[in-house]
């Protein structure tokens, strides 16, 4: 059930807005705005330039296996529909009912924007593929400042698909684990602060397991570069990376605490001092949305994008049994060899001998050009 902020609260001590020496007062909500302003400018400058660059092209599936290609295309337009409802009945109906956001709906309606990050974890070295049947244009990573993965841009992010994908497979789950953390308080009351917070950590790291997990069974996406020796069959098509689940399910949790703290008002950290703005209602709903937009994108950022490059930077090789439609861009049937761990890693710009630099495989039978800048 969707919970309207100001009629909840959890009873623990917190602190508002914060008054200066010079007696100016202080809002967080307006930091935290800022932060998701910015973090959506960003986004739509990055789309922008892809849109209008060479990437920007449909990705072409290997030919054959239409029986695949069928149930995938048929889950991509099952995914818009049942993205479309979420964000309807937790965002849209009570905003017009009620003319305000709920803590549900807040979770919902930010959703769409964090697939921006989905392909931040090829920034330093692909180790991971969607599959091309999903209706594809390439990804953005090359127009995103310092990206040095070799020929990231063959990677089919599939756009429509992914951004529903983190409506329900990322957002209803967060409610999922909030109501956990709310049953887990309820059942043992005098739980400290760090238990609850743990338990939705727990959570998190549950829900990877299950969502992800069944997805690289299903051949919907696959850890091709993942390190073999910490994951679940290793080595094979559709091994699952443990290290995954501590990282994206960690940062699950810390979503869904982020929204389970709250003060005696029902804010979040970032919502405190709501109140104090001079606006409309309507003012104050965008301010929370961008607030909340603004920690979602920088915890995702700083919790799992910048620390998997470490693991994709050190991966393994993609298994020899990974089907075509799982390893676009590489292999058999294209110009380039897909990524080991003796190839060397792309770096942007030129040697210093100012010779422009070159991506070679192991046995120095294929040879990449360099990207351009």
């Known amino acids: 059930m969707s919970t309207v902020f100001g009629e909840r609260g959890i009873a623990h001590s917190a602190i508002g807005a914060r008054t200066s020496v010079a007696g100016a007062t202080t809002v967080p909500i307006k930091w935290f705005a800022v932060l998701g302003a910015s973090w959506l400018a960003f986004q739509l400058y990055v789309w922008g330039s892809w849109i209008l660059s060479p990437d920007f092209a449909l990705v072409q599936a290997p030919p054959g296996d239409e029986e695949r290609r069928f149930w995938i295309k048929s889950f991509e337009l099952c995914s818009i529909g049942i993205a479309i409802w979420c964000l309807y009945h937790y965002t849209f109906k009570p905003l017009i009912r009620d003319r305000r956001l709920t803590t549900d709906g807040l979770i919902i309606g930010v959703m769409p924007w964090l697939c921006f990050q989905d392909p931040f974890g090829l920034y330093a070295a692909p180790w991971w593929n969607y599959s091309a049947h999903f209706t594809s244009f390439g990804n953005w990573m090359n127009q995103v400042p310092g990206a040095i993965a070799p020929n990231a841009h063959f990677i089919p992010e599939p756009i429509f698909a992914v951004s529903t994908f983190y409506v329900y497979l990322l957002g209803i789950p967060l409610l999922v684990i909030l109501a956990a953390m709310r049953a887990w308080k309820r059942r043992y009351p005098t739980s400290s602060p760090m238990t609850i917070f743990m338990v939705g950590i727990g959570a998190g790291f549950i829900y990877d397991v299950i969502i992800e997990g ?44 982020v929204m389970y703290w709250t003060n005696d008002k029902g804010q979040t950290f970032a919502e405190r001092g709501v109140e104090k703005v001079k606006t409309s209602p309507a003012g104050k709903g965008l301010l929370r949305y961008l607030a909340i937009l603004g920690v979602f994108q920088s915890i995702l950022f700083v919790t799992y994008s910048m620390p998997i490059q470490f693991f994709a930077m050190n991966g393994d090789g993609v298994p020899e049994n990974t089907p075509a439609h799982l390893r676009t861009g590489c292999g058999e049937g294209s110009a380039y060899a897909c990524i080991e761990p003796g190839m060397p890693i792309n770096r942007v710009g030129q040697r210093l001998d100012g010779q422009p630099g070159m991506v070679v495989s192991p046995d120095m039978t294929l040879i990449e050009s360099p990207r351009k800048h």
């Open 214 to 257: 069944l997805g690289c069974q299903v051949g919907i996406w696959a850890f091709t570069g993942a390190i073999r020796e910490y994951s679940i069959f290793g080595g094979s098509w559709n091994q699952y990376p443990l290290y995954e689940m501590v990282f994206w399910g960690g940062m699950s949790g810390l979503l869904a605490n």
